[in-house]
């Protein structure tokens, strides 16, 4: 006997949060205002040929002053959760000392803006943007950043804490320490391996110093978590040579990580992939109990697979890694791993559009991590978005990219998965890092002359995903 097809749409549970994410540099502007200090991204920003055509975040989309419009918005897109990033140098500009009360109290009218609108805060205590001072001093190779760290999140927990009950310690600590430090394409522009490892270190005893001190001051309801970058790795063939290739980039991508924080040890086969460059000793005894910290839930941050190869001797690797074109490598010890483009459609990144990569990282870390509840904490997607004869942005492409994500998430839910969540990049078109104002993530463009903000067509797709918890088809409602 044969039945119709369902009409039922995939549905989220009730509680599920539906945001959007940005950071700091990237939409605040308002650099020089308050007591704001240079960070490493405003001193990259002004070296010559670093960020497209010299672009800069120093007005950005000027969120610090046009965060009530902002948040409006939200509300109309039937947000329930708006993850934000805090500037370290604009609370604490010299990376050290008391806080600047007048940066503190951005963050406290953001908070209590999102409250009144329905809207659950969630905050990010370093997207990217390190005090120079503290760059100046030796950066994140040196331990004392991470001892900073620490410091400054306490100030924040402590600033922020009446109004906050979701943090997340880092976003993406392999970027800040493999593209900051070893293939240079991000701030602070630095291209050596070893101080990248350092830097990878340091960034993880910096999340567990910061963990353990936010604990002592925020209520005991608060909710604690980083946001990782993990790499879906797929080997280009079954050949043994392409799946070592892709259990080294694991290993550099995702293990790095992984591993001292979610299960207290770095994984012996990064240590000796890399021991060509550096013996480690960088790691004193105690430091992978302090990273180990219990956590409330994990962010995940996925756009696109990674596929690897193994290369020949005397061949070049080919570098199809989707992290810009740096002539350094961001990837110590896998000097002979190759990166190939997936196949399929791409967004204006050139990256495959392929949700099967989220489905694996999700299920793969409910499997291995099965008491660790999920958030997808960035996912998102650049076109060219413009605008038709009467001023509307209609970005289908968007919507249908999101629409498969989310389709991915559902599935991952369905196979064990406790996916509590899902933040799309971006809510705003913003500073896109080095490729400045050049793509755009957001379901709200920006007409960055103006400043002024019309939602795209994908806004009111998700806008009614969002208040019915249902997987509507990707067409405008």
Known sequence: MSFPPSTELPRFPAGFLWGAATSAYQVEGAAAEDGRTASIWDTFCRTPGKVFQGHTGEVAVDHYHRFREDVRLMAELGL????????????????????????????????????????????????????????SAGGWPERATAERFAEYAALVGEALG??????????????????????????????????A????????????????????????????????????????????????????????????????????????DLLADTAHLTDWSFVRDGDPKEIHQPLDWLGVNYYTPTVVSATAEGATPAREDGHGGGTASPWPGADRVGFHRAPGERTAMGWAVDPSGLHQLLTDLARRHPDLPLMVTENGA??????????????????????????????????????????????????????????????????????????????????????????HPPVAP
Not at 106 to 125: M, N, S
Not at 176 to 195: E, I, K, Q
Not at 257 to 262: I, S
Request: glycine share 10%; proline share 7%.
């Open 382 to 471: 650049a076109y060219v978005d413009e605008p038709d004869a009467d001023g509307a942005f209609d970005d289908p492409e968007r919507a249908a990219y999101i629409h498969a994500h989310l389709a991915a998430v559902h599935r991952a839910r369905a196979d064990g998965a406790d996916v509590r969540g899902y933040f799309t990049w971006s809510l705003l078109d913003n500073f896109e890092w080095a490729y400045g104002y050049a793509k755009r993530f957001g379901l709200v463009h920006v007409d960055f002359p103006t400043q002024t903000r019309t939602p795209k067509s994908s806004a009111g797709w998700y806008a009614r995903v969002a208040r019915t918890g249902e997987l």
């Open 197 to 268: 490892l350092r830097a990878a270190h340091h960034l993880n005893l910096g999340h567990g110093l910061a963990v353990t001190a936010l604990r002592g001051v925020l209520p005991g309801a608060a909710r604690l978590s980083v946001a990782l970058n993990l790499h879906a790795v797929r080997p280009l063939t079954p050949s043994a040579a392409d799946r070592d290739a892709a259990r080294r980039i694991d290993a550099v991508g995702n293990r790095v990580f992984l591993g001292p924080m979610l299960e207290g040890f770095y994984p012996e």
């Open 80 to 135: 329930t959760a708006y993850r934000f990033s805090v500037a370290w140098p604009r609370v604490q500009p010299t990376g050290h000392g008391p806080g600047v009360q007048l940066g503190l109290d951005f963050y406290r009218r953001l908070a209590d803006e999102l409250l009144a609108a329905g809207i659950t805060p969630v905050a990010t205590l370093y997207h990217w943007d390190l005090p120079q001072e503290l760059e």
């Open 162 to 195: 009446d109004r906050v009950g979701h943090w997340t310690t880092l976003n993406e600590p392999w970027c800040s320490a493999f593209l900051g430090y070893g293939s240079g394409v991000h701030a602070p522009g630095r291209t050596d391996p070893v101080a």
